[in-house]
């Protein structure tokens, strides 16, 4: 659903009504990176009884849509307002100017591109609520007037007249509105949305009305943008295998930005036991940092209309859906298995040489080994070898991780052309919330549909590295350096 603010016209407090221009007819406004401007005669009511809210907030409604009708410059809305605190508020504000601005929540129903802008022949007005800034610049307050019946005065506010709508027509005596039960609000499947999106955008009214009636969870701001509660609908139809990012860190990713800011997890300084009465150590432990880029990944298919015309299109969409999920987990697991082979501190001999290796490079950081991501080589190795210290198969128990020996769990991905004995805390793979489900009309006979998502991973406990002077840990005068792409948690072992 769009949302559009403009500026309220007028405010009557005696007779209780707000009018102003729901939407200015030729003006353009940008909303998600998308320009949209609205031709006389574009906007519908797209219910049966239309709310004036306050900040959008569904828990403050202040009044209903009593009239909607095309003005010079654009479509003329007037609401009659409650006679509650919340009504006496409204008319306040709106007549002060400090919330003098309509912010219109619309459903585009038919628009066409002409030079970067959707042209909108066709919305539906879903709600709207009065806002202190509106988005319409030009579309100004003509006159505000607020008179009560307990004073003779009349206040009168002039502003700009840029742009000047015209006055409503308010009678004093207002129809009473008999109260009724609203109607149930509508769930749907994901096929189903992304069938009554594609239909609405051609133009299929009742399909728009469908999307109007939806329960809240199951509306977004931006037409296309499919609601991220679906997203579990995806994801349990998915089979691809998640081993390598179950067995590290993750973390979500902010809402913004190409880069991420990220800790280094340097060596702790060595502290003793001190007696009571001594103070504070002297010697603080620093965090260092390093930055961290963010990738995003993208898939979208095509979809003809001989598909829908021969295939359920509810299940063809989720499943499809659920296939583009699928690549990205299986995407997920390359990226970890490519970092674990690049951000190796060391080759070992043995599985029990690698062991050892994590654990003395692993003791300035505090860490120690507690996993095996190995091939299925190395795996069977595991469930034949004969020896002191016994196998226990996870599978068998139904654990997430294939086994475990000598007190590390093991976990076994196809992906891996090599064997890794490291710490759990040695990668950390960053993602976005959730994904961003699109579904866009290409053509009267095709529609795409669009997954995205947005992904960083980074390797830890990265070791110290000579200097700048040619000095090495230890040394006198060492400046502290890193080397970001390696980790001293991740120890390379070849299969026997």
Request: aromatic share 8%; with cysteine.
């Amino acid at each position: 659903m769009l949302r559009f603010d403009i500026d309220v016209a007028a405010s009557d407090k005696e007779s209780r009504t707000i009018t102003g221009i729901a939407v200015p007819f030729g003006k353009t406004a940008e909303l998600g990176g998308v320009a949209y401007s609205f031709q006389p005669g574009s906007l519908a009511k797209g219910r049966a009884i239309t709310p004036l809210l306050l900040d959008h907030d569904t828990t403050r409604p202040v009044g209903v849509l009593a009239d909607l009708s095309d003005g010079e410059d654009g479509a003329i809305a007037t609401f009659r307002v409650d006679n509650t605190a919340d009504g006496d508020a409204a008319l306040a504000t709106a007549a002060s100017g400090s919330r003098g601005g309509l912010s219109v929540g619309v459903n585009v129903v038919a628009a066409e591109d002409a030079e970067g802008v959707q042209v909108v022949s066709r919305a539906s007005l879903m709600e709207i609520s009065l806002c202190a800034i509106p988005a319409f610049a030009d579309a100004q307050v003509t006159t505000v007037t607020a008179s009560e019946t307990t004073t003779d005065t009349t206040e009168e506010v002039e502003v700009s007249e840029q742009q000047t709508a015209p006055e409503a027509e308010i009678t004093q005596e207002q129809p009473q509105v008999a109260a009724s039960i609203p109607a149930p609000k509508v769930r749907l499947s994901l096929g189903e949305f992304v069938g009554s999106t594609v239909s609405a955008m051609r133009g299929d009214r009742k399909a728009a009305d469908v999307l109007a009636a939806l329960e809240e969870d199951f509306t977004t701001d931006v037409p296309g943008i499919i609601p991220t509660v679906f997203e579990n609908q995806i994801l349990n139809r998915t089979t691809a295998a998640t081993t390598l990012y179950d067995l590290f860190r993750k973390e979500q990713l902010p809402s913004s930005g190409k880069e991420i800011t990220w800790p280094r997890m340097d060596p702790f300084v060595a502290e003793g036991w001190r007696a009571w009465d001594a103070g504070a150590p002297s010697e603080k432990i620093t965090i260092g940092t390093k930055t961290v880029q963010i990738s995003p990944w993208s898939l979208a298919l095509a979809i003809h209309q001989d598909v829908e015309n021969r295939s359920a299109v509810g299940s063809f969409v989720e499943i499809a859906y659920s296939e583009m999920a699928d690549q990205y987990l299986s995407t997920r697991e390359a990226q970890i298995a490519a970092l674990l082979d690049s951000a190796k501190v060391a080759t070992a001999t043995s599985w029990g040489d690698a062991v050892e290796q994590v654990w003395v490079n692993g003791q300035p950081y505090n860490i120690v080994p507690n996993a095996i991501a190995c091939t299925p080589a190395f795996h069977q190795y595991l469930l034949e070898a004969e020896g002191f210290m016994k196998y226990s198969d996870g599978n068998a128990s139904g654990l997430p991780y294939a086994g475990s020996i000598g007190g590390l769990k093991v976990y076994v991905s196809p992906l891996l052309t090599s064997n890794y004995v490291v710490s759990t805390g040695a990668i950390t793979y960053m993602q976005s919330e959730s994904f961003r489900l699109s579904a866009a009309n290409v053509s009267a006979l095709e529609y795409e549909i669009a997954m995205t998502r947005y992904t960083a991973v980074t390797a830890n406990y990265n070791p110290q590295t000579t200097d700048g002077n040619g000095a090495n840990p230890g040394d006198a005068g060492y400046v502290p350096s890193y080397d970001d792409a390696l980790s001293v948690a991740i120890v390379e072992f070849p299969t026997p």
